[in-house]
């Protein structure tokens, strides 16, 4: 059973079985097919906008969207850093555990030309940090070597907790506040985790990858927990 949903217009979409590109009839018709006012129903879809959901443009009118969770997630991640710019170490808990639970399966997936973007980020990466005496902060390698890991990643969900990571990022100014010898240590954990990834060892390049996450960690001067929250339990002989 569908679950009703407390908007005409997302109802109005589920309803119709609208696919992504999709276009919706104007406001004034749709307001005399579900019977809704007009104003109403530009509340509505200033929401479903806001979630990314639809978009509105002046000559193609009202078009359905394929499903992101990013945008929705995005809104409020950044209401809560705007109240209190601590959230964000909670939040890279979370990510940093569907980095962990998600790694082998994203990794597997890999082919030949991701692992090639990945080294070629690396290299420009590398160029950036030793442009003496004009260095560049590689925020966008950084970005895009991650989430290229998990490019294949078949849950729209997961993806887009990630991307709200590196949005949080962002906001949060990281990428700004860090010196030379944070950057050089943070590229060579990318190249070892590339390197081991090379080498179809998943579980090294895992490790590699947990050892990186704690830079970020001290560099906030936040403590560590009382256990290591990516242990694992010994193996039994």
């Known amino acids: 059973m569908t679950p009703r949903l407390d908007s005409a217009l997302l109802n109005y979409i589920v309803e119709h079985n609208l696919q992504p590109g999709d276009q919706l009839p104007a406001l004034t018709e749709l307001s005399a097919q579900l019977n809704i006012n007009v104003g109403k129903l530009r509340e509505q879809l200033e929401v479903a906008r806001a979630l990314g959901l639809v978009d509105v443009r002046p000559r193609t009118g009202i078009r359905f969207r394929e ?5 929705a997630l995005r809104l409020s991640l950044l209401f809560a850093l705007a109240l209190d710019k601590s959230y964000f170490i909670a939040f890279t808990e979370l990510r940093n555990h569907l980095e962990v639970a998600f790694w082998h399966e994203s990794v597997a997936r890999l082919t030949d030309s991701d692992k090639a973007a990945l080294r070629d ?10 442009n003496q005496p004009f260095i560049q902060i590689p925020h966008q390698e950084h970005r895009k070597f991650h989430m290229g890991i998990f490019a294949h990643l078949d849950n729209p ?5 990630l991307e709200a990571y590196w949005e949080a990022y962002e906001a949060v100014e990281l990428n700004t506040y860090a010196d030379l010898a944070y950057w050089q240590e943070a590229w060579t954990y990318h190249e070892k985790i590339l390197q081991h990834i ?4 998943p579980e090294a390049a895992l490790q590699a990858f947990i050892e990186h996450t704690q830079l970020l960690r001290h560099r906030n001067g936040a403590s560590a927990p009382a256990h290591d929250v990516f242990h694992k339990p010994a193996q039994p002989e």
């Open 198 to 201: 090379l080498e179809n060892d």
């Open 157 to 161: 969900f997961v993806k887009g907790l």
């Open 121 to 130: 980020l690396c290299q420009r990466a590398w160029q950036k940090l030793n």
């Open 67 to 71: 499903y992101d969770f990013l945008p």
